[in-house]
C-alpha cells in the first residue's frame, strides 16, 4: 500500500493518560500535515512539517500537544494528560511541495476515545 | 477568522440527476480549493482541487470557482447511490503550504 498509513487506528485510554499516534506519509510526499475531526465538524488543522521541520501550529494545539518528525519521514503525535475533549479522529495528511497547488491526502485516521 | 460555509443538508437527489454542492469563503487571501468525499467513519477522499476562476471538469464531476463572489461549487453529473457520502470543500491561502482550512461539509443523498 503506497498510501499515507496511520497507528493505531483506534484508541481507548483514561482521562489523565498519555497517547502517541504515528503517521507513515506517502513515501516522496515532504510536506505531512496533523488535522483533528469531531463527529458533525470538519477536520481542524493541527500542525504542519516540511521536511522535519514544524512549520506552522493552530492555536489548537494546545501545550499538551506535541508532534514531531524527526527524520523527515514517519511524524509522531502526543496527547499528554489526556481530557475527555480529545476525544477525536486525529488525521495526518501528506502532500508534495509544488508551485501552483498542493493536494493533500490522508490517512485512515486514528479514532481517540477518552474515557 | 478564516471560515468555510457549507450547507450541512441533507441533499437529497434522485438517481440520474445532476447534484450540485455550494460552499463559500470568508478569507480573501484563499487561493485554491478542494472538494473531498467522506463515507461515514472513513478519512476524506480528494476528489477535486481548482484554483483559477471558472469550471474545471474531470469525469462526473465539475469544480466552479468564482473568486469575486468567493463561491465555489461541486456538480456532480449522474448521479449514483455510491455517490452519497459528506462532500467536504477545504480553502488554502496562497503560497501552497498552508493548512486547509474545511467547511463542516454537505451531507448528500442519491435516492435510486
Known amino acids: 500500500d503506497t498510501g499515507v498509513s496511520q497507528n493505531p487506528r483506534h484508541k481507548i485510554t483514561k482521562r489523565g493518560q498519555n497517547v502517541t499516534f504515528r503517521c507513515d506519509p506517502i513515501?516522496?510526499?515532504?510536506?505531512l500535515y496533523w488535522y483533528r475531526q469531531t463527529l458533525g465538524q470538519g477536520p481542524e488543522f493541527l500542525t504542519y512539517f516540511q521536511n522535519e521541520a514544524q512549520l506552522e501550529k493552530s492555536r489548537l494545539l494546545s501545550d499538551r500537544f506535541s508532534a514531531e518528525r524527526p527524520k523527515g519521514s514517519f511524524s509522531t503525535l502526543e496527547i499528554q494528560r489526556t481530557e475527555q475533549g480529545d476525544s477525536a479522529m486525529y488525521l495526518c495528511?501528506?502532500?508534495?511541495?509544488?508551485?501552483?497547488?498542493?493536494?493533500?491526502?490522508f490517512g485512515p485516521g486514528t479514532r481517540l476515545t477518552v474515557l | 477568522q478564516k471560515e468555510v460555509e457549507q450547507n450541512s443538508g441533507p441533499l437529497s437527489v434522485p438517481e440520474g440527476a445532476i447534484a450540485s454542492l455550494n460552499c463559500t469563503y470568508s478569507d480573501r487571501g484563499s487561493q485554491s480549493f478542494f472538494w473531498y468525499r467522506q463515507y461515514s467513519g472513513k478519512s476524506p477522499e480528494l476528489i477535486m482541487f481548482?484554483?483559477?476562476?471558472g469550471d474545471k471538469e474531470d469525469g462526473r464531476f465539475t469544480a466552479q470557482l468564482n473568486k469575486a463572489s468567493q463561491y465555489v461549487s461541486l456538480l456532480i453529473r449522474d448521479s449514483q447511490p455510491s455517490d452519497s457520502a459528506t462532500y467536504l470543500c477545504a480553502a488554502q491561502r496562497g503560497g501552497g503550504a498552508d493548512g486547509l482550512t474545511f467547511g463542516k461539509g454537505t451531507h448528500l443523498i442519491i435516492q435510486p
Open positions: 495528511a501528506s502532500s508534495l511541495k509544488q508551485r501552483t497547488y498542493n493536494e493533500q491526502f
Open positions: 481548482i484554483y483559477s476562476n
Open positions: 513515501s516522496e510526499h515532504n510536506r
